[in-house]
């Protein structure tokens, strides 16, 4: 029997996603020798894309945020996005069975269908006061409780429900953080969000360049099956790999998911992770993908869902993604925490959301596929745990496994969805690169007497 394998590195890095490419590239930068270690054959995560024929498709509707924290951590790595700001200069909402102007600015909200006269008047109030709202004392209140107290009249409860769907992609407002929630719907009015050209396999490819170049060793095809203490002194990390490798390091991050993570960590560590408030209710929704080879109705690119937790949007106006002349349409529905919902219920409900916005469209259907279970962050954001500060630190092991950070869209207090997988990653990658002088630190010292 041929012995394993074993080798070494200053930080290693489980997962090679949005979170895990961004730590290797700051604990790069910052001088660290780093491996990144994924165990499939493709990186990206959640972040991949799919051709099928002519069309391109992320996993379900993804959108940068035009003025969040991870476009500033892309911006510092020296990673330029791609992409287009959707058109929404005509948009739809869909209440009732039929589509109503989407009230979004002033002639919209004026002309809109959807709200009587008193309602128009509250909640374009609202929506002009919200740039201003100090939102610290709801973290830890519901968004139900905040609508109770400031949208009591039903019609524009329903729409900023909506909104705040859109905005966070969670449909669960008598749990979500009203902080959090309203927080991120400021930034979606803000700056607005961006479709990436080519699909986000672009955004991989950038991440996966900038890695390469500050000298990050990118493995494919390594799957780790479990962490132990190492060293003389247990200051060290080993990994082992199902090859039977075995790769020892000074910092190890887990850029994986919640579950993944508990699987790996020792008992101790994985069960303070257990005890995180959140973890038990993922955000998740249900996806279809359609491509038309044509738009019945080239202006109606655009609906969300009123009455009912859905979404529309025309993916294609970021190129790559469809066909000369073609579409590449992404529908969803907002899942409640434990829901689930039948194939042919979920198929019906967004395919007659489409019949609504492009009437006519079944004949230039090409491409079609249904994901009724899209996992879409691991950590809802509740009131109960204060929002996004309930999520584990990215040194959340400290005394239980001290050479151990995570990253992930679950880890930090900053960014939702590839935001916070961006952030977490940029303050594992430094904070390891720091443990590991500190260790070599130490280690002279010893050495030295």
């Known amino acids: 029997m041929q012995p394993s394998s074993s080798s070494t590195a ?25 491996q990144l270690l994924e165990s499939s054959s493709e990186l990206g995560g959640r972040a991949r894309t799919r051709r099928d024929g002519a069309y391109t498709f992320n996993m379900g509707p993804h959108a940068l945020y035009r003025r969040s924290i991870g476009q500033r951590v892309l911006r510092e790595l020296g990673v330029r996005t791609n992409g287009v700001t959707p058109d929404l200069s005509e948009p739809n909402a869909c209440c009732g069975g039929r589509l109503h102007r989407l009230p979004v600015g002033p002639v919209s909200m004026v002309t809109t269908t959807l709200l009587n006269a008193g309602d128009k008047l509250a909640c374009g109030q609202f929506l002009a006061g919200l740039p201003k709202l100090d939102t610290t004392a709801w973290q830890t209140r519901t968004l139900d409780e905040f609508l109770d107290a400031h949208a009591p009249r039903p019609g524009v409860r329903a729409v900023l429900n909506a909104y705040v769907r859109l905005a966070t992609y969670t449909h669960a407002s008598d749990r979500v953080s009203a902080g959090f929630a309203l927080d991120q719907l400021k930034l979606a009015l803000d700056g607005g969000v961006e479709y990436l050209h080519g699909g986000w396999s672009s955004l991989i490819e950038s991440l996966s360049e900038c890695a390469a170049q500050e000298g990050v060793d990118i493995r494919r095809d390594a799957r780790v099956r479990a962490l132990v203490p190492a060293g003389p002194d247990r200051s060290q990390v080993e990994l082992l790999l199902r090859n039977g490798e075995r790769i020892e390091a000074d910092v190890a991050i887990l850029a994986t998911s919640p579950a993944e993570a508990m699987r790996l960590l020792p008992s101790e560590a994985g069960e303070l992770l257990r005890q995180t408030p959140g973890l038990e209710t993922p955000v998740r929704a249900a996806c279809l993908e359609i491509g038309l080879r044509e738009l019945p109705r080239s202006s109606a690119t655009f609906a969300l869902g009123i009455d009912r937790p859905t979404y529309a949007s025309l993916h294609s106006q970021a190129s790559g993604l469809a066909p000369q002349g073609g579409a590449n349409f992404q529908l969803a529905r907002y899942l409640k925490p434990g829901e689930s919902m039948d194939r042919s219920e979920v198929q019906l409900e967004l395919e007659n959301l489409l019949e609504l916005l492009q009437p006519g469209w079944r004949p230039l259907r090409e491409v079609e596929r249904l994901l009724v279970d899209v996992p879409v962050s691991h950590l809802l954001p509740l009131a109960e745990a204060g929002g996004l500060s309930g999520r584990p630190a990215v040194d959340e092991l400290a005394k239980a496994c001290p050479r151990v950070l995570l990253a992930g869209d679950w880890v930090g207090s900053e960014g939702w969805l590839a935001d916070g997988s961006l952030a977490s990653g940029q303050r594992a990658g430094e904070l390891a690169a720091e443990r590991t002088r500190e260790s070599h630190t130490r280690g002279r010292q010893l050495a030295h007497g």
């Open 10 to 34: 200053s930080v290693a890095i489980v997962g090679g996603g949005l979170a895990g490419l961004s730590a290797a590239c700051y604990a790069a930068r910052s001088g660290a020798r780093v």
